[in-house]
């Protein structure tokens, strides 16, 4: 099959930060190429530098995609030491929180979140979820089908490696995507996804993946990543969405619905009365909630005027 390639933005563009933002916009994931070309990571971060610096951390290995092992806690440097074995491509270093534990790290990977207009860290420090992740895989890791966790967008910046990267739209039930191998040979054509695109990305190029857009990563050789999570205006609705998915009142006023239905008259007016009002009181506290954001707008347009 011939890829669709994700578009790309060159790291001299004039307007590269409008054309991301739009591409964020737009819900499609876009390329920077070489944008991290002089980061100090792309130069240092050899497998020498990286024993050196967090070779006794301990991090959880996950399984690569479809390989039959449990996850399992090893050194950076255990994990390094696999390359050259069989079992270099059965697990996969994902999700480490490195920049607690190895703030030195932090000063060779540009935190792009800043340039990107990250809300976050409008937060009190204290409250700023830590959304900064490495990723070091040997050559044919891979990870499962995921849109990007708490309704976030991400930037992804490889260090060292090359990394191919996947994006479907779910057909159905997305669900079923998180057991569809992207790099397997049942992906094409595969019922519950269409419109693939991809993008192989070098030491140097940062990814951009827009909120709720589904993708998975192969790593080709010996890959060494950083990603950012951030939320901004086109993901704020994205972002509390999230957080109402896990709110149980809507399932509790049908599931309430349904008993009602089943009680004799007498209880049945009393029952009413309170589901009427409970959900009386919630569509009101929608419209403060909607209220509230118009003063937002307001302030917005103030301090537009006052330009
Ligand atoms: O590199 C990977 O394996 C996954 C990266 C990814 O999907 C992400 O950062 O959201």
């Known amino acids: 099959m011939n890829w669709i390639q994700v578009p790309e933005v060159s790291a001299d563009a004039v307007g590269r930060k409008a054309t991301i933002s739009e591409a964020m916009r737009r819900r499609t994931p876009i390329v920077g190429r070489g944008f991290g070309d002089s980061l100090p990571a792309?130069?240092?971060?050899?497998d020498a530098f990286l024993r050196s610096q967090v070779g006794h951390r301990e991090v959880e290995l996950s399984p690569s995609f479809g390989a039959s092992v449990r996850p399992r806690v090893a050194t950076v440097a255990d994990y390094l030491r696999l390359a050259s074995t069989p079992q270099a491509t059965d697990w996969y270093l994902t999700d480490w929180n490195f920049g607690s534990e190895a703030p030195s790290l932090l000063?060779?990977?540009?935190?792009?979140?800043?340039?990107?207009?990250?809300?976050?860290?409008?937060l009190d420090s204290a409250r700023q979820p830590d959304l900064l992740w490495m990723y070091i895989g040997h050559?044919?890791?891979?990870?499962p089908m995921h849109v990007d966790?708490?309704?976030?967008?991400?930037w992804l910046s490889v260090v060292r490696g090359t990394k191919l990267v996947r994006f479907c739209t779910p057909v159905g039930l997305s669900r079923r995507l998180r057991e569809l191998d992207a790099f397997g040979p049942e992906a094409e054509g595969h019922e519950s996804a269409t419109g693939w695109s991809e993008v192989c990305l070098q030491a140097g190029d940062v990814l951009f993946i827009p909120s709720g857009v589904w993708h998975a990563a192969c790593n080709r050789?010996?890959?060494?990543?950083?990603?950012?999570?951030?939320?901004?205006?086109?993901?704020?609705?994205?972002h509390r969405a999230h957080y109402l998915r896990g709110y149980r009142g809507f399932?509790?006023?049908?599931?309430k619905l349904i008993r009602v239905a089943e009680l004799p008259d007498t209880e049945r007016v009393a029952s009413l009365d309170d589901l009427a009002e409970g959900v009386e009181l919630l569509a009101s506290a929608l419209d403060d909630e909607r209220a509230f954001l118009r003063q937002f707008s307001r302030r917005i347009e103030a301090l537009r005027n006052g330009l």
Request: contains cysteine; glycine residues 12%; negative net charge.
């Open 149 to 154: 966790n708490l309704g976030t967008s991400a």
């Open 221 to 238: 050789t010996l890959c060494v990543s950083v990603t950012g999570n951030y939320v901004a205006g086109h993901n704020i609705a994205a």
């Open 42 to 46: 792309v130069h240092k971060w050899s």
């Open 107 to 122: 000063e060779d990977v540009a935190d792009l979140s800043h340039e990107l207009g990250d809300w976050l860290k409008a």
């Open 139 to 143: 050559e044919g890791t891979k990870g």
């Open 251 to 255: 399932q509790m006023i049908e599931g």
